[in-house]
């Protein structure tokens, strides 16, 4: 009998792959042999200890058939197909495989885990919520606390193109691989988090005649107006301000200077826990050619676990 194989390779971020507690994958066959293993390949990284693999291979007319999973190295297992004796080969059917924790759950946060080996895993931090899907963290076990680590898409410097004048007129969405509602739960469970941001200015203002032009979106999407190194959390202030080194006296943020011909820089962390992640970023003033702004918004970094009292 005749086989072929389509292999498929995951990519590691295709979240929306997976099931409430699973990394799935699947390959294409033409035909099988009852009891010969087939190789099976996958990206090895994204599975590491304690993940386990389960394999069903599906008809053409959605009937499955069991199939047993042996020699589960990285980057590679073997599949047998188990036939029920009503036939012996299928056309146009699928091994649909499973990668799954040994323990049947999926960690809330990469302090949850036993490894000590710094790499991505799989965490969701609500295992229960059926609209939830696993999602890769970077879990650094270097020193203590373990750090739960996730990535936007603003980690580079990003120019706002937008020729505009009015308050917030300019919007960007940080996007996660995970939805905001896991990252503030991410963000709870965690004994504190913390979010860096860094505004670079030329002649665009924050804050004027007690009007905001500049904000950001917590995790709930509440406007917030102060900003990175702002421990006070007051509206309208920059780390300067707390200190009040700010390039004019009189402000507290360096972008509210407005000189056209110069460039300003505010930032620094936001370690409010309740506001993150940071979900968007707002801007305005940006309407005149000597009107300029660039943003940054770095990964959301969650420490330990936080005892909740009982």
């Not at 693999?53 to 599906?58: D, S």
């Not at 936007?152 to 939805?179: F, H, M, R, V, W």
Request: glycine share 6%; hydrophobic share 30%.
């Amino acid at each position: 009998m005749k086989f072929w194989i389509v292999l498929l390779i995951l990519h590691p971020w295709l979240s929306e792959t997976c099931s409430i507690t699973t990394q799935t994958g699947s390959v294409a066959i033409a035909d099988y042999e009852i009891n010969k293993a087939y190789k099976i390949e996958y990206s090895p990284i994204w599975f590491v200890n304690p993940y386990k693999i389960k394999a069903t291979l599906v008809t053409s007319w959605n009937s499955e058939v069991p199939c047993t999973v042996q020699d589960i190295l990285d980057g590679e297992f073997t599949v047998s197909v188990l036939d029920r004796g009503t036939h012996t080969g299928y056309n146009n059917a699928e091994i649909r495989w499973t990668a799954y924790f040994a323990n049947g759950e999926i960690p809330r946060s990469c302090a949850d885990m036993d490894s000590k080996i710094s790499a991505l895993y799989l965490i969701d931090p609500l295992p229960n919520n059926i609209d939830s899907y696993p999602f890769y963290a970077k879990c650094d076990f270097t020193f203590e606390p373990t750090v739960t680590i996730i990535d936007p898409n603003s980690t580079y410097e990003i120019e706002a193109l937008k020729d505009c004048e009015g308050p917030g007129c300019y919007k960007y969405d940080i996007l996660y691989d995970a939805t905001a509602l896991q990252l503030q739960e991410l963000s709870r469970h965690s004994q504190y988090c913390r979010q860096y941001i860094s505004i670079r200015c030329q002649g665009s203002i924050f804050t004027s005649n007690g009007t905001s032009y500049a904000w950001w979106l917590s995790g709930s999407g509440e406007k917030k107006y102060y900003w990175g190194g702002a421990t006070s959390m007051r509206n309208g202030y920059c780390a300067c301000g707390e200190t009040k080194t700010c390039a004019n006296k009189g402000r507290t943020c360096n972008c509210d200077s407005n000189r056209n011909s110069d460039q300003h820089i505010d930032e620094g962390w936001v370690t409010e826990k309740s506001d993150l992640p940071i979900t968007a970023l707002q801007f305005g003033d940006l309407g005149d050619v000597n009107e300029r702004l660039w943003h940054t918004v770095g990964p959301l970094e969650c420490y330990g676990t936080y005892k909740f009292s009982v």
